[in-house]
């Protein structure tokens, strides 16, 4: 017979460990997408079920007792485990379907993966490749989640228990409408471009890291925003139609810049290169679809 208390509830620990980590009972179910008194339901039941006081509740949220500490460290190595076998599944009924899930960041997907995936339909027409657009940020979270075989970024940040792949490289370049002052000057110091509100993309983008990086490591703070918007090419539009720059994609504005509606402006001790990777979890098994796409790009 199985001693001691019976083998908890993998959704209960997984919300347990959220609640110590976020340090709320409300934030936990908001991120679980459970109600509130669901998810205290869940962890008074887990709590019986151990036989001990998990959680240390309060008007200001909830603290770990010593017990709960314990308890979230012994978990997390279980979580993973069960969130890599969900992982796993999920990756092999999509390959055994013949489906490739993948996730792009914007500049990725508008201006590069287009080619890369008409090539790879042509050279497996029996399979199919599920595509999902967003930012950097999210695509490395859908990774995490298992909710995507491969992912395409092209933030500068390093990305944790994931392997990369360098897959092209990328400038990014302040751009203006025909007549604003910056037009007139043959460069701007890269002074007046952090003092200067730009059009920019929403935090979590890799063009908007990739700019603030570059501004930090020159001692300058990061820009500041006149108008955030959650698309390459809505910031395009909004620089062509208004009078605010913007530091974008070379890839983004290429047409533009040629065509003459945008003006690409240098700027003085300012250089942004990027290399855009492919990226997937170094302890997933990687689908043999998501190899192949690789070896293309390679070739």
Not at 112 to 132: C, K, N, T, V
Not at 272 to 293: E, F, G, K, Y
């Amino acid at each position: 017979m199985p001693l001691g208390p019976a083998f908890p509830e993998l959704a209960a620990l997984d919300l347990f460990v959220s609640v110590v980590e976020l340090g709320s009972v409300s934030r936990a179910a908001t991120a679980h997408g459970i109600a509130q008194p669901s998810a205290s339901s869940r962890l008074t039941n887990l709590e019986r079920q151990l036989g001990l006081t998990l959680l240390e509740r309060g008007p200001g949220g909830s603290t770990p007792t010593d017990a709960g500490v314990l308890v979230a460290g012994w978990a997390e190595s279980i979580l993973r485990a069960a969130h890599g076998l969900r992982a796993g599944l999920v990756a092999f009924q999509a390959e055994q379907s013949g489906r490739l899930r993948v996730a792009a960041s914007f500049t990725i997907a508008e201006y590069l993966l287009p080619q890369w995936l008409e090539r790879f339909s042509r050279e497996h027409p029996g399979d199919s490749i599920a595509l999902e657009v967003a930012n950097s940020a999210t695509v490395i979270e859908r990774l995490h989640a298992g909710t995507a075989d491969l992912g395409f970024i092209e933030t500068p940040t390093s990305t944790p228990l994931m392997t990369e792949r360098v897959v092209a490289t990328d400038e990014l370049v302040a751009v203006v409408a025909p007549g604003h002052p910056w037009q007139q000057v043959e460069a701007i110091p890269v002074e007046a471009l952090a003092a200067t509100p730009l059009v920019t993309r929403e935090a979590g983008s890799g063009t908007r890291e990739a700019l603030v990086q570059a501004l930090a490591e020159l001692g300058l703070g990061a820009p500041s925003t006149v108008l955030e918007l959650g698309s390459t090419s809505a910031v395009r539009a909004a620089v062509v139609q208004g009078s605010s720059p913007t530091v974008i994609s070379r890839l983004a504005v290429a047409a533009e810049v040629a065509a003459g509606s945008l003006i690409e402006v240098p700027v003085t001790g300012l250089k942004i290169s990027r290399n855009l990777r492919a990226v997937w979890m170094t302890d997933h098994r990687l689908p043999t679809l998501a190899t192949q796409l690789l070896e293309l790009l390679r070739s």
